[in-house]
């Protein structure tokens, strides 16, 4: 895909994303503490019918489940070695989910380390990992490359210099941030914004979070300096833990639905959930913009 294909299809209406990957696997049988990338690489009858499932409720994007599945991510684990096997592996198992009715996007996240001088990590390091997850996942055949879930304003400008050092597909940047739009390892999605649209991002938002009922003026203050789509990709609400430690989201999808309506009036384009939602909420947004 390219960037004109992809700002042509955003022209035509809003564009409906998946909801959550990580809490529906556990809902599906995945047990806690295990990589997330390699359980559902290992167990594809449940990533695939969970793809499917979004794809039959209306999704136009779906996220291959690549998601910390880089050299740091995957050593965390003892996986540093299955690094070009699971990456390629995921991509084939979401292609085969998609089957065609929807664009399958390349997903990448934050190492969870700040860069220098915050941090102990170095740029050239972080260009490096994720430069090298780039190349695997676009060898794979996706339609678009994701950073998700972000933390910062640097390390997205790394995610998008180092996927623009090997790629020409669209990229999309989402942050993760507090209520009143400030990051948490500092700035603000404005300045967000502002940045990673420079560097050549071809859409910049939001995901996770809080609920999409916090943050109709996040949007609004992110729209008013916007030269590329917004993308909003919040959560069911906040989360309530029981006594096994296990999140659970207060939001219908009929009231998710309509705190996203006030979204994308104050500006979203590229939608979708993310934690606590499901495919039913997808369905629910389907309902209400197509």
């Known amino acids: 895909m390219t960037r004109a294909e992809f700002d042509a ?6 564009v409906l994303m998946d909801g959550a990957t990580g809490s529906q696997l556990r809902m599906r049988g995945m047990p806690a503490g295990v990589c997330t990338e390699a359980w559902a690489y290992e167990h594809p ?13 209306g999704s136009d994007i779906i996220y ?4 910390s599945a880089n050299r740091m991510g995957l050593e965390l684990h003892g996986l540093a070695d299955r690094l070009e096997e699971l990456n390629l592996g995921l991509v084939r198992l979401s292609k085969r989910a998609a089957d065609g009715r929807a664009l399958v ?17 170095s740029y050239q390091t972080l260009f490096d990992v994720y430069r090298r997850q780039v190349e695997i996942v676009a060898a794979a055949g996706v ?17 998008v210099e180092a996927a623009r050092s090997v ?20 700035g603000n999605i404005v300045e967000a914004v502002e940045t990673l649209q420079a560097l050549g991002a071809s859409a910049v938002g ?32 906040m989360p309530v833990m029981d006594e096994r430690g296990n999140a659970h989201y207060d939001m219908t999808p009929e009231q998710f639905a309509d705190a996203m309506r006030r979204l994308v009036d104050a500006g979203a384009d590229i939608i979708g959930g993310c934690c606590g939602t499901g495919p039913e909420y997808i369905a629910r947004l389907a309902e209400m913009f197509k």
Do not use: W
Not at 218 to 232: F, N, R, T
């Open 64 to 67: 291959a489940p690549t998601f």
């Open 105 to 121: 996007a390349g997903d990448f996240t934050t190492t969870g380390k700040p860069l220098e001088p915050v941090g102990t990590l």
């Open 143 to 159: 339609d678009l490359l994701g950073a998700e879930t972000m933390l910062s304003i640097d390390e997205c400008a790394c995610f």
């Open 9 to 14: 299809m955003v022209k035509r209406g809003v």
């Open 167 to 186: 790629s020409d597909l669209p990229i999309t940047c989402t942050l993760t941030l507090e209520a009143d739009g400030h990051l948490l390892f500092g």
């Open 45 to 57: 009858e449940v990533i695939t019918a969970l793809q499917r499932e979004y794809v039959d409720a």
């Open 206 to 237: 939001l995901n996770c979070s809080v609920g999409p009922d916090q943050l109709e003026a996040v949007v609004a203050s992110m729209k008013a300096v916007a030269e590329v789509p917004l993308i909003v990709k919040p959560n069911a609400g």
